[in-house]
C-alpha cells in the first residue's frame, strides 16, 4: 500500500496521478480518516484473514475478480459504477489477492487521497466516507470482499450528506 495526494487531472483514471513532486499520505493520516490497513503475509495468509475477522466480527467473504475476463458483459458498467464518488452504509473491506488498483478516498479537507493496492493489502473503508475505486493500466485485480452481515453494497452517490452513516462518520473523525 502507497497512499498519496491524487492530482485532479482530468485524464485517464487508470494512470497514477501523483503530483510531481509526490505528497505521500501516511498510514497514521489515512487512520484519522477512519481508514485502517493491514498487509497480510503470503505464507499464513488465511490464518490473519481469520484472526482480523474474528476480532472484527466478519461474518462472510466472496471473491470478486474486477476485469474484462472476470466481469464479462458487466465489465464497462461495474468500473463506471465503482468509479463514480459514492460512499456506502456498511465498511467496505478488501483483501487484494492478485493484480494491482486504486481506491481514492477524500481526506478530512474534502482532498482526494489515492491509495494503490496489491496483492496482501488489506483495506478497510469506514461506513461514511466518499470513495471511488478503479483498476490501473494492468486492468487486473482480485479481492476477497468480507462483510460483517449479509452483503449489502449498494453504492450511494454523492452528494448523500444528510444520510446518517455519512453524519456519524464526520462525527467520528471530528473527534480524532
Ligand atoms: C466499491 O464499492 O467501491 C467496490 O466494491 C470497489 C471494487 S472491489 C475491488
Ligand atoms: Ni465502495
Known amino acids: 500500500m502507497r497512499a498519496y495526494l491524487y492530482d485532479n487531472l482530468d485524464t485517464d483514471c487508470r494512470l497514477p496521478h501523483e503530483l510531481e513532486p509526490s505528497v505521500p499520505v501516511s498510514a497514521e493520516e489515512l487512520a484519522a480518516s477512519g481508514v485502517l490497513y493491514w498487509k497480510l503475509q503470503d505464507e499464513n495468509f488465511e490464518e490473519q484473514i481469520d484472526k482480523i475477522c474474528e476480532e472484527r466480527n466478519y461474518k462472510n467473504r466472496d471473491q470478486i475478480t474486477v476485469s474484462k475476463e472476470g466481469l464479462g458483459a458487466l465489465f464497462d458498467e461495474k468500473i463506471k459504477t465503482f468509479f463514480a464518488e459514492h460512499l456506502h452504509e456498511d465498511e467496505e473491506i478488501r483483501a487484494i489477492l ?40 494492468n486492468n487486473y485485480l482480485k479481492a476477497m470482499r468480507l462483510f460483517k452481515e449479509d452483503p449489502v453494497w449498494t453504492p450511494l452517490n454523492r452528494p448523500c450528506d444528510e444520510n446518517p452513516h455519512r453524519k456519524a462518520y464526520l462525527e467520528v473523525i471530528a473527534a480524532n
Open 98 to 137: 492478485e493484480g494491482t488498483g486504486y481506491f481514492d478516498i477524500r481526506d478530512r479537507q474534502d482532498r482526494w487521497v489515492r491509495i494503490k493496492v496489491e496483492a496482501g493489502d488489506l483495506i478497510v473503508l469506514p461506513a461514511g466516507i466518499y470513495h471511488r475505486f478503479t483498476l490501473d493500466t
